[in-house]
């Protein structure tokens, strides 16, 4: 119960923080998006963290070899989250994705999205990776886990700030203006592949 109740608590700040910091929180689009964004959080987001709290062990050693772990994590859910994305982009799959697209981009927008896609792609990519080394015998050190908890959120956060965070490249802010590019995230593995990796240049400074 410790492990969820501080999961739940570090989430909560780095996003909602992140929102306070960015966001125009009287401006219309950004107050759906925070309406949205907390309902998946209610129904999506904290039933998780006590499943999972539940689930995943709670272990205070390796706490350098967890470290470690931390860019599987990122490239594993780079990975996972652009094969979740990108079919949200077809025809078939559009109507649970287009709540994601529509109006103003900010902050809030991180997690405003329809619960299944939430579920499925945004809890999933934070945790696959987890899973998978848990499924191989490596558990990762419980304070460690509480920095990836921090790491994702403000990641996401981060890369929806349309460029009002320093640290915001406009990868994914490109992704929201132009659609077909940048569907994963982090190191953007996949789309470096198979050629939708765009930077925000010369090309694209008046989107």
Same mark, same amino acid.
């Not at 929102?19 to 219309?28: E, L, N, S, T």
């Not at 309406?35 to 998946?40: D, E, M």
């Not at 640290?167 to 929201?176: G, I, K, M, N």
């Given at each position: 119960?410790?492990?969820?109740?501080?999961?739940?608590?570090?989430?909560?700040?780095?996003?909602?923080?992140?929102?306070?910091?960015?966001?125009?929180?009287?401006?219309?689009?950004?107050?759906?998006?925070?309406?949205?964004?907390?309902?998946?959080?209610?129904?999506?987001?904290?039933?998780?963290?006590?499943?999972?709290?539940?689930?995943?062990?709670?272990?205070? %050693?390796? @706490?350098?070899?967890? $470290?470690?772990? *931390?860019?599987?994590?990122?490239? /594993?859910?780079? =990975? #996972?989250?652009?094969?979740?994305?990108?079919?949200?982009?077809?025809?078939?799959?559009?109507?649970?994705?287009?709540?994601?697209?529509?109006?103003?981009?900010?902050?809030?927008?991180?997690?405003?999205?329809?619960?299944?896609?939430?579920?499925?792609?945004?809890? %999933?990519? @934070?945790?696959?990776? $987890?899973?998978? *080394?848990?499924?191989?015998?490596? /558990?990762?050190? =419980? #304070?460690?886990?509480?920095?990836?908890?921090?790491?994702?959120?403000?990641?996401?956060?981060?890369?929806?700030?349309?460029?009002?965070?320093?640290?915001?490249?406009?990868?994914?802010?490109?992704?929201?203006?132009?659609?077909?590019?940048?569907?994963?995230?982090?190191?953007?593995?996949?789309?470096? $592949?198979?050629?939708?990796?765009?930077?925000?240049?010369?090309?694209?400074?008046?989107?």
């Amino acid at each position: 119960m410790h492990s969820s109740l501080m999961i739940c608590l570090i989430h909560f700040v780095c996003y909602w923080g992140m929102v306070a910091i960015y966001d125009d929180i009287c401006k219309g689009d950004c107050a759906i998006a925070m309406k949205n964004s907390f309902k998946n959080q209610l129904f999506g987001t904290f039933p998780f963290i006590i499943i999972f709290s539940d689930y995943y062990p709670i272990y205070y %050693g390796d @706490f350098l070899l967890s $470290l470690g772990y *931390l860019p599987i994590l990122v490239v /594993t859910g780079d =990975i #996972y989250f652009y094969i979740c994305h990108r079919p949200f982009h077809s025809k078939l799959l559009w109507q649970f994705h287009k709540t994601h697209h529509t109006g103003t981009l900010c902050v809030a927008k991180a997690l405003d999205a329809d619960l299944l896609e939430h579920v499925v792609a945004n809890i %999933g990519s @934070f945790s696959i990776g $987890l899973f998978i *080394l848990q499924y191989f015998g490596y /558990t990762m050190n =419980i #304070y460690v886990l509480y920095l990836w908890v921090a790491i994702s959120t403000l990641n996401t956060c981060i890369s929806h700030s349309n460029g009002q965070c320093k640290y915001d490249d406009c990868t994914h802010y490109l992704h929201h203006k132009i659609r077909f590019c940048n569907y994963g995230t982090g190191f953007y593995i996949m789309d470096r $592949l198979f050629n939708s990796h765009i930077l925000k240049n010369k090309k694209f400074l008046h989107l």
